[in-house]
């Protein structure tokens, strides 16, 4: 957005004023001191000054002015003094411009997350009397590109050099390619030839690219990722580091630490190799903002002598992922430290070696792991003590290398203040720990759901396979071999006991008494959670389920079943047959201006070839893309292909309107694949929705897929002569922004922030019954702030055949609806939702039911497991009493709401307060 005409009053003394304009890789100062006016860039890659001109008395005068004009393609800053022509001061041309949002205190002006601002420093005395911005940019387009902030360049920065051409043309940086020129042979040193590509990639929303081969390194890679003024928080600012792969070959890009590098050498004191990592302005970490930050198909090796590394740090949250990697871990302290949840969640990772194959300590909320192998760690395969349950499905541990006090899963540990089994010895904790839980909050962390595992020791010593220090712990359909005791609670004692051979646990569902912790509220007070047993009303805080036996060894296909194949054969950018859009025959812009309809449409349904490209960019629909479903539609990254309306949204339809529609029309031995795409719709095209998924196929995969509905320039108080005088007010989407009823696996999928709703709204919908054999299967789903009914609806779906491998919410309505549907299967909760307290009740005009979390209505086989929710002191936003707009509003206090509401054939039910279920089932 920008300002037009802003006037600036007279500044303070001792000040200087400075604009700055952010192309994304240079930072264009124009700065005004007391001698002289200067244009300077600075980037990674340019430090050179445009202009300077000496001040004069026109400068500090009462009436000089300042211009900023811009047009589609050009840039320039004009300085006028009274009568005087004006001159300019600095130019440039041949840009593509985008848009941005305002702040509090910031006028924007279009150009990435360009910013005009005034900076007092000391100094002296100036008048600024007024900045003007005139702008051409085509009316009817102009909030088309508000977001997200991409495609800063039309051609590539002149600075990267040609040969980077074809990767940067579709959002791609070779880091073995100049200015970089990483030695991809494993001889030589790259340490900051990767960073330098890091930090390059990063501030010019481009993905790094590791085409195959190994990368020498010797000290810690950070991915730092910062907020950056009107870029939309972190949701496209983002590292994002991919490598190359060729279908059918398992070699991958190696990250080599070299043996015995400095810093990594002490037990007790750990490094990380990749830092992924938010720094909030004050110079801390912020994991939950830590979003779309990911890699995937590379590999790491910790080498020799490391025994303080740790591979990757990931603790982050929405879109944020680790995908198809394998971490060589030797001796070192771990792969993998930090778990995904809160929208994000790590697929299909495999450590070998090291003490712990995975360090989750602390993770965000509903952590998600699948697909993961852990082979011959020595102290334990996962240590987990994250906020509310870890979900872990398709999991294998497996080891020969085992100390005398190896635990496969170590749950509950918190704050080392249970000293067994990791005080002393060689499994004992490094002391520079920082990954450390308030004891007071001690009862939301450490539980675990464990679905289709594989957990066995191989040199038949008498050992214990999973040690709990919270209590809550579910296991289903996980076999277990060599160990005596497969779980243990030190809390209640409680004890599953194993037999010789493997061990075939069907069910184990262990509850929790009341854990006490304090909640500072107003008045600060001591909480009691339970975590009962509830099936069918029937609720125990002591009786356990368990149905165990004797069982030969397990599927082979544990793990894989639940990953999308061989990464090397996945849709992307690596393979070659794709159809790439911007290409002919279909020509599309992907500039956020031009209608790319027919484009897209034409590579959809072109023969040639079952994958369909885009790079990135910004590509506007002025009606629905129907996908057959035996296609596969994938982006480079999904924070950088982005699919949205047009202006006008989508004329001549009436109804809901999808951006794609994935149809159950096509070759039928194909599956359908949906990856790395952002869907966007506007607040003022409310019938225009993501996307539609019909295919039928339980192998079908959306993956990496962000859904996004957000304001336009006009729903801001912006000074914009493109906007009417009188803002008219949009009806609320009343729309499923995503419905579902085809099948398939769906992998870190997130909904974000909904402004404000309709009741009918809903963040996805699930209906239709499925047919024998098929499944929907979410490997975490982040559904939150949505101001309506409910933010998940599975709806007239007899059997859903639905699995949610980890949910995360927040806000005050309804997480999760489910009516006259069948078998769904929610397997940990997690995160600071709030609903509404039974006195309050809903919004006038919304559904008439007892406000809860979850709401199950005329429905049966159902089993909610782990509802662990974050219960804190907080504010969310909700609907004020009017219904209308959004408001922040202090959470109901933990004591005062319930998680479960149950309705069946008029008869009522609720939870009790502070019950966090460790299994409620309705058979």
């Not at 203040?417 to 939301?444: E, W």
């Not at 957000?710 to 009343?734: F, M, R």
């Not at 099948?743 to 909904?754: I, M, N, P, Q, T």
């Amino acid at each position: 957005g920008f300002r037009r005409n802003q006037q600036a009053s007279r500044l303070s003394s001792d000040s200087i004023v400075a604009m700055q304009l952010d192309l994304g890789g240079e930072l264009l100062s124009l700065n005004l001191s007391p001698n002289n006016i200067t244009l300077t860039a600075q980037g990674h890659l340019v430090n050179k000054t445009y202009g300077s001109l000496p001040l004069d008395a026109c400068s500090t005068s009462d009436n000089v002015t300042y211009v900023l004009k811009v047009d589609p393609q050009n840039v320039s800053v004009t300085q006028q003094c009274q009568e005087q022509p004006p001159r300019t001061i600095f130019a440039r041309h041949n840009l593509a411009w985008n848009l941005q949002v305002p702040g509090n205190d910031i006028s924007y002006v279009p150009k990435g997350d360009a910013t005009l601002m005034f900076v007092t420093e000391p100094g002296t005395e100036l008048l600024l009397h007024t900045v003007s911005i005139e702008s051409t940019l085509p009316e009817n387009e102009i909030k088309r590109v508000l977001y997200p902030i991409i495609d800063l360049f039309p051609t590539q920065p002149p600075e990267l050099g040609q040969l980077q051409s074809s990767k940067v043309s579709v959002g791609l940086l070779d880091v073995t390619l100049p200015p970089f020129s990483a030695d991809n042979t494993g001889k030589r040193d790259v340490t900051q030839e990767l960073q330098r590509a890091i930090d390059y990639a990063y501030r010019n929303y481009l993905v790094v690219y590791l085409p195959l081969g190994t990368y020498l390194v010797s000290d810690t890679l950070m991915l730092t990722q910062r907020d950056r003024v009107g870029s939309r928080g972190t949701r496209f600012l983002t590292h994002a580091i991919q490598g190359e792969l060729i279908a059918g070959d398992s070699a991958r890009p190696l990250i080599q630490l070299a043996d015995k590098s400095p810093g990594f050498t002490n037990a007790d004191v750990t490094k990380i190799l990749l830092h992924f990592w938010h720094e909030t302005p004050q110079g801390y970490p912020q994991a939950n903002i830590n979003m779309n930050q990911y890699m995937i198909g590379v590999d790491v090796d910790l080498g020799q002598g490391n025994i303080g590394a740790i591979g990757i740090r990931h603790r982050a949250a929405q879109g944020s992922t680790i995908q198809s990697v394998t971490i060589y871990a030797h001796d070192a302290f771990c792969g993998l430290q930090g778990g995904a949840g809160s929208g994000g969640s790590h697929i299909g990772v495999t450590v070998i070696g090291g003490r712990w194959g995975v360090d989750y300590r602390v993770t965000q909320p509903a952590a998600t792991i699948a697909g993961f192998t852990l082979l011959d760690q020595s102290c334990g395969g996962l240590l987990y003590c994250g906020t509310s349950a870890l979900i872990a499905v398709g999991l294998n541990i497996t080891t020969s290398m085992a100390d005398d006090d190896y635990l496969a899963i170590a749950a509950g540990i918190c704050n080392n203040q249970i000293q067994h089994p990791f005080a002393n010895g060689a499994c004992r904790l490094p002391k520079n720990d920082s990954v450390q839980v308030y004891s007071t909050m001690q009862g939301i962390h450490g539980q675990v759901s464990l679905v289709d595992a594989t957990i066995s020791v191989n040199d038949n010593l008498s050992k214990m396979a999973i040690y709990t220090g919270s209590d809550a712990l579910y296991i289903k359909n996980s076999y277990f071999a060599g160990y005596d005791i497969l779980a243990f609670s030190n809390h209640s004692k409680a004890k599953l006991m194993g037999n010789s051979g493997w061990t075939h646990v069907s069910e184990y569902v262990h509850g929790e008494t009341p854990q006490t912790f304090r909640y500072n509220g107003n008045p600060p007070r001591f909480i009691h959670q339970a975590r009962p047993i509830i099936v069918d009303k029937n609720r125990s805080l002591h009786v356990d389920i368990v149905n165990a036996s004797s069982s030969s060894q397990p599927p082979e296909d544990l793990v894989s079943r639940h990953l999308f194949g061989d990464e090397s054969l996945f849709p992307s950018f690596n393979t070659q047959s794709s159809l790439n859009v911007k290409l002919p025959p279909f020509n599309a812009y992907g500039d956020g201006i031009h209608d790319d309809t027919e484009a897209l449409m034409m590579a959809l349904h072109d023969n040639t070839s079952n994958t369909v490209f885009l790079p990135k960019g910004i590509y506007i629909v002025n009606r629905t893309l129907v996908m057959p479903r035996d296609k596969s539609f994938v982006g480079v990254a999904h924070h950088l292909s982005v699919i949205v309306p047009s202006i006008q949204g989508f004329v001549g339809e009436s109804g809901c309107a999808p951006l794609l529609e994935v149809s159950d029309v096509g070759e039928t031995n194909n599956r359908a694949v949906l990856s790395q795409v952002m869907f966007l719709s506007w607040t003022d095209t409310p019938n225009v929705t993501a996307w539609r998924f019909s295919a039928i196929n339980s192998d079908n995969v959306v993956r990496k897929v962000s859904n996004w509905i957000l304001p336009g320039i006009c729903d801001y108080n912006i000074a914009n002569p493109q906007c009417p005088s009188k803002k008219v007010a949009t009806p609320p989407h009343a729309c499923p922004i995503v419905t579902l009823s085809g099948s398939g696996k769906f992998y870190v999928l997130h909904w974000e922030d909904a402004h404000s709703l309709n009741k009918d709204y809903r963040h996805i919908l699930i209906t239709g019954d499925l047919p024998s054999g098929e499944s929907r299967n979410f490997y975490h789903i982040n559904t939150e702030h949505a101001m309506s009914d409910s933010n998940l609806e599975i709806m007239n779906s007899n059997p859903a055949n639905v699995n949610f491998y980890g949910l995360k919410s927040e806000g005050r309505f309804n997480v999760m609806w489910t009516r006259n549907a069948s078998n769904v299967r929610l397997y940990g909760y997690g995160g600071n939702a709030c609903p509404f307290a039974p006195s309050e009740g809903y919004p006038q005009n919304f559904a008439n039911y007892m406000p809860s979390l979850f709401r199950i209505e005329d429905s049966h086989s159902i089993d909610l497991i782990n509802l662990i929710s974050y219960d804190m002191p907080t504010t969310l936003r909700a609907l004020p009493p009017n219904g209308i707009g959004s408001d922040v509003v202090n959470c109901a206090p933990p004591d005062e709401w319930i998680s479960i509401f149950w309705m069946q054939q008029q008869n009522n039910w609720s939870s009790a307060i502070l019950d966090r279920p460790v299994l409620f089932r309705i058979h």
